[in-house]
């Protein structure tokens, strides 16, 4: 049941692309936008500095994007859109650093949206701006007097750390045109390829191609100064399969690509590999036995580990997760505190585009509060050192580290960019497995699990978890220490604190293997890259997963009449 | 905490769901639900009912019938794809322990829209959106006690948008599929529910229908949108002529939906409309602080009958006006209560509102035996209006004065052909509007079970007509108005223009000494309710207006002005609205 309601849920996401009738001015630099801003905004700053309570910070932003979205299922397009949309935030903070309307809970009264003229025309772009601050205003004076009177009487917070953080005001206007090289027809005929070549495995009952092109450009004018105008272009092209066991077992398989423009993703004999690949694994996994609970040593490739850390110690490293009441505030007090092994160090470093060759997800110059990009050494041989900053100060971090993210409409929180983990004890990859097996002799167990592929804790198929960071391995191998041939199980779920198997890290691979991907947080969706070697863990604990209960589909797939066929392909 | 995660979906990467608003309603969501809609009360029936649940109910088309339909479905890609896929599930859908199918059902719903909505003289929005829905209904059990309840009420999914067989015919597959094991969860969970209540139903859950097999022309969006998108800029801009507009938009909302449905009781139909929608919306705010609003709106059936860019601008500029004289104009007195006139387009908003949400057959909560649900749930057969007014639903009609009916249609979204229904005569309620689920006394649908793109048909009105056996001039009207207020005593009397919820937006207080008139703000009807209708409507216009509106599914409602004798006016609770903190920008051009 419910995992009927999952796909049309998401197909609800999906559905509000739309498609411009004409071509708008994309490729040509809008550099009228940015000055109207500064206009009104200082304009609203002088106005507003009469009021009381007044705002002691105020910032305009646009985002200006185009983007493409082509879906396809079973050889048809399902979602073939394109928008143009300009949206216009207005961002305030009323009351002091120390203490302002957006204290806590109330975060949410910072910042009031709406859509912006689609083009420079001065007049409307200034009316609607006004009529945003407006509406803001009255959001965030209501919002600092009740702040005012919570913090009177309630009990005092354990961090007394300020609300928002004093920074340098920063100028880059960055007007490049934008690339514009989307050929829409032979791209909708990719994706109706790619996703028709899932129809040869039957027992793949869903399966999706989808392809998003996005180019944007983000303008920001703050009350402190900053100007900023960047670009941004990105394509991501997912290809999901999916199937269920006979015992009502789930099973799934997500493949994702991305870079700067369409070209830059695989070529369509790259992408069908892909979907042989996917309709192979799904086959096995339909046919490979259940995982049985174990707790012993365990390797995980490159991009599960990725995807490990950045579920399971990235999201902890996030400033903000350090002063929020009903935050778990795991490593608050761990600064200077060894929180991996020795050998392990971790950095967040958005500045970094390229890593072994794979373009990263989450590169920028300036966050989203327009602070420059820093790298961040998080945890150095081990040791706590520091959190990726917003503009949110928290106890003994006062200054943003260039990590606020947010997309258009939400506040800014401290996130991840491109998370990478580097090792000090590395053997070469092709000497893991090697140690591997000796670990499962050297335990006494008769076979150790390898994490080939680990899922991020949110698919298309993931409902609302109850642990707060999930990961969901999806392929996973038994491997025996008396030499048998590996055996793929399904199944797999990790169980423990995922937090405390990083201390049974043993050794690492001596290559970074690269996950980028789109997370999901308070503030909204935002790319980033996760980067890891391959680890070997002494010990990692597993048990059955929870299967579904709903059984494989009751009558076969259709079997197409080739005149119906011919009119298919004719269409 | 909540769960952040990694993950892979490509298409959520800012913003986009601040568009949702402005796209279609098709609600994407796998299964509706809604309260049960069932209350037994004949223990026969239920004993007839379990024992219909464990027998396999097979689907058994006349064949003569099912080849028709085939024919039909011959006609067309789509329905031909979704006749196959049909005609395979209703042979070969059966899981063991559990009943087969009775009746299976597949719509598709084809949905262009065009949406542009400029702010301020600009354009924000602009965008062209296609998308096909497909719904699949499966019904277990047979037409007395079926599984159409939480669940088993359909399962929804996006179709191809490019005719390819394959790939319709999988999708419709995997709904299928979904569709018949929610079916047996819901029949299960019905039962249990309907165990706690002793009462038994004396209708079907599902009224059998004819099998009907038309295919009408598709409907197609052709529209250059320059001309379009030129208009609504110069509109918007009226907003320069005063510099006290707070926001000023005009936006457009074009749309032409496709329905092919087949079901396996031998319908195959393919239908389609189109409506297209201007609105003008702006506000202001008096120097007090009351917010004043208007959103004049202009619904058509062909791009022909909107507005020309001369009408639409000048509607602009007399709306832009009327918020001008609306701030200057007096707040309404405290209390007032006599008689009120209402125009023929707040007429329709009576009717539409008070009427047209309270004739609709749909079953109420289980447990309760009342006939429906709304306002004249208990009214059957009762006076419900004025003895010389009546009321019908005609959705056959296509035109009136002229103009198109956007109500018009010929087949619901059940598969039933539209019929004209008598509602309400010489102010008794006769009969409710239907669709396939029975009520009390109505076991079948009168071809009124209506749905938006994705939805589970609802029944609705289509084209609400009022027909009076006396009406009088507008002049006769306001006179009698006047007459009225004289005989009252009263300085003045009230006529209203235009309503917004039930309560006014443009009210003038109109004189008795010469019937001059006096545009107020600030007004509340206190009492304006149905029983308004019945006991207080004394005479009708013979100025019907053809009032077409975009709800869920397109519908029209005619009416004329109406005179009551009596109804409240008070003052609008106002909140502490606050002028804005600081003047708007100058105009730089």
């Known amino acids: 049941m419910k995992q009927l309601a999952r796909r049309p849920a998401v197909y609800f996401l999906l559905i509000v692309f739309a498609s411009p009738l004409v071509a708008f001015s994309s490729g040509t630099p809008s550099d009228a936008l940015l000055p109207v801003m500064q206009r009104e905004l200082k304009r609203a700053t002088a106005a507003l500095s009469k009021a009381d309570p007044a705002p002691y910070f105020m910032s305009y932003s646009a985002a200006d994007a185009d983007v493409s979205v082509i879906v396809g299922e079973n050889g048809g397009i399902i979602l073939d859109n394109q928008v143009h949309r300009r949206q216009g935030d207005v961002i305030m903070r009323v009351g002091s650093p120390a203490l302002d309307n957006t204290h806590n809970q109330s975060r949410p009264s910072g910042i009031t949206s709406g859509a912006l003229p689609l083009e420079d025309d001065p007049d409307a772009v200034s009316r609607v701006l006004w009529q945003l601050t407006d509406r803001e205003y009255e959001k965030a004076s209501a919002a600092f007097l009740k702040v005012k009177t919570n913090t009177a009487v309630q009990s005092a917070e354990d961090d007394k750390s300020p609300d928002f953080s004093q920074e340098t005001a920063q100028t880059h206007l960055d007007e490049t045109p934008w690339k514009s090289s989307f050929d829409q027809k032979q791209w909708e005929d990719r994706v109706r390829k790619v996703s028709e070549a899932f129809l040869k495995y039957p027992q793949v009952y869903d399966s999706a191609v989808f392809l998003t092109v996005e180019n944007s450009r983000s303008y920001l004018a703050t009350s402190e100064g900053t100007a900023l105008v960047r670009p941004a272009a990105v394509s991501r092209l997912v290809i999901q399969g999916e199937t269920r066991a006979d015992d009502g077992m789930e099973l799934l398989r997500v493949e994702t690509f991305q870079g700067a423009s369409p070209s830059e993703l695989p070529s369509e004999p790259e992408l069908l590999a892909k979907v042989q690949k996917i309709g192979e694994d799904l086959t096995a996994l339909r046919a490979a036995p259940v995982a049985e609970p174990y707790a012993g040593p365990a390797l995980l490739s490159g991009r599960a580990a990725a995807v490990f850390f950045h579920e399971v110690l990235g999201h902890r490293l996030e400033g903000h997760r350090q002063r929020g009441e009903t935050e778990g505030q795991t490593f608050t007090k761990k600064i200077n505190q060894m929180v991996l092994p020795a050998f392990l160090s971790v950095t967040d470093d958005p500045t970094r585009h390229e890593l072994n060759g794979v373009e990263l997800a989450g590169s920028y110059d300036y966050d989203d509060e327009g602070v420059p990009a820093e790298r961040v050494d998080a945890v150095v041989n081990g040791v706590l050192k520091s959190f990726l900053m917003s503009r949110m100060p928290v106890n003994g971090f006062s200054h943003s580290n260039g990590h606020g993210r947010r997309q258009p409409g939400l506040m800014a929180v401290g996130r991840q960019g491109n998370l990478i983990v580097t090792s000090t004890n590395t053997v070469k990859d092709s000497e893991l497995r090697q140690k591997f097996i000796e670990e499962i002799k050297k335990q006494g167990k008769p076979y150790g699990l390898y994490f080939a592929d680990i899922q991020g804790g949110f698919t298309l198929t993931t409902r609302a978890l109850p642990q707060a960071f999930q990961v969901i391995p999806v392929m996973v191998y038994r491997v025996y220490a008396d030499g048998r041939p590996d055996e793929l199980v399904r199944g797999v779920d990790i169980v423990g604190t995922p937090l405390l198997s990083l201390n049974n890290i043993m050794l690492t691979g001596d290559t970074l293997q690269v996950f980028n991907g789109i997370c999901g947080a308070e503030s909204g969706q935002v790319p980033v890259s996760a980067a890891a070697p391959a680890m070997l863990f002494s010990e990692i604990e597993v048990q059955k997963k929870a299967r579904g209960t709903d059984r494989p589909p009751v009558m076969p797939p259709p079997e197409i009449s080739s005149a119906a066929v011919a009119r298919g392909a004719k269409q | ?589």
Not at chain 2, 23 to 32: G, H, K, S, W
Not at chain 2, 116 to 138: C, D
Not at chain 2, 234 to 246: A, G, H, L, T
Not at chain 2, 472 to 489: A, F
């Open chain 2, 1 to 589: 905490m909540t769960a952040w995660k990694m993950q892979s979906l490509p298409w959520i990467a800012g913003g986009m769901l601040l568009l949702a608003c402005c796209v279609f309603a098709v609600p994407l969501r796998a299964q509706e639900t809604k309260p049960a809609a069932v209350a037994p009360d004949n223990p026969a029936l239920n004993a007839a009912a379990s024992a219909s649940a464990v027998a396999t109910s097979v689907i058994t088309t006349p064949p003569e019938v099912w080849a028709a339909a085939g024919k039909a479905a011959s006609t067309d890609p789509v329905l031909q794809a979704m006749y196959e896929e049909l005609d395979r599930s209703k042979s070969r859908l059966k899981m063991e322990n559990v009943p087969a199918p009775y009746y299976i059902e597949y719509r598709l719903t084809d949905f262009d829209e065009y949406v542009a909505e400029a702010a301020f003289g600009a354009l924000e929005i602009h965008q062209r959106a296609r998308a096909r829905s497909i719904r699949v209904v499966v019904r277990v059990g047979d037409y007395k006690f079926d599984s159409y309840y939480g669940p088993g009420m359909g399962v929804v999914d996006l179709g191809p948008l490019d005719d390819n067989s394959i790939a319709l015919r999988r999708q419709l597959w995997m709904a299928t599929d979904r569709a018949y094991k929610s079916a047996n969860e819901a029949l299960a969970a019905k039962k249990a529910l309907l165990s706690q209540f002793t009462s038994g139903q004396p209708f079907n859950d599902f009224a059998p229908a004819t099998p009907l097999q038309q295919i009408d022309p598709l409907v197609k969006l052709d529209v250059n949108p320059e001309p379009w998108d030129a208009m609504l800029e110069k509109s918007s801009s009226v907003f320069r002529s005063d510099p006290q507009i707070e926001s000023l938009t005009s936006t457009l909302r074009f749309r032409a939906v496709n329905t092919y449905f087949v079901n396996s009781e031998g319908t195959v139909t393919r239908n389609g409309y189109a409506i297209y929608s201007l609105i003008l919306s702006g506000a202001t705010q008096a120097a007090d602080g009351m917010r004043l609003e208007r959103s004049p709106y202009f619904t058509a059936g062909t791009l022909a009958e909107l507005p020309s860019a001369e009408e639409f601008q000048a509607d602009a500029v007399a709306m832009v006006d009327t918020l001008k004289k609306l701030r200057a104009a007096p707040m309404v007195e405290e209390e007032y209560s006599g008689p009120v006139l209402f125009s023929a387009d707040a007429a329709c908003d009576v009717f539409s509102g008070m009427i047209g949400g309270n004739v609709l057959g749909t079953r109420p909560k289980p447990g309760d035996s009342a006939r429906t649900n709304g306002e004249f749930a208990s009214s059957y057969k009762s006076r419900v209006l004025p003895v010389f007014l009546s009321m019908v639903d005609d959705p056959t009609l296509r035109t009136f004065q002229g103009k198109t009916l956007v109500g018009s249609y010929g087949v619901d979204e059940e598969g039933v052909r539209a019929s004209k229904v008598a509602v309400i005569q010489d102010g008794i309620l006769e009969n409710y509007l239907m669709g396939r689920e029975p009520i009390r006394d109505f076991p079948a649908s009168n071809g009124h079970g209506r749905a938006a793109p994705g939805r589970q048909p609802f029944p609705s009105i289509g084209n609400l007509i009022v027909e009076s056996k006396v009406t009088s001039t507008p002049e006769e009207l306001k006179k009698k108005l006047i007459d009225m207020c004289r005989g009252e005593g009263k300085p003045f009397c009230y006529r209203v223009e235009t309503l917004a919820d039930f309560n006014p937006r443009l009210l003038y207080r109109v004189y008795v000494s010469d019937g001059h008139e006096e545009l107020v703000r600030g007004a509340d009807f206190n009492d304006l309710d149905t029983r308004s209708l019945r006991n207080d409507l004394i005479a009708v216009g013979n100025d019907p207006l053809v009032s077409n509106r975009q709800g869920f599914v397109p519908v029209t409602v005619i009416a004329p002005s109406i005179l009551f004798d009596e109804i409240e006016v008070k003052r609008t609770p106002t909140k502490n609205a606050k002028l804005p903190e600081y003047p708007p920008p100058d105009l730089t051009k």
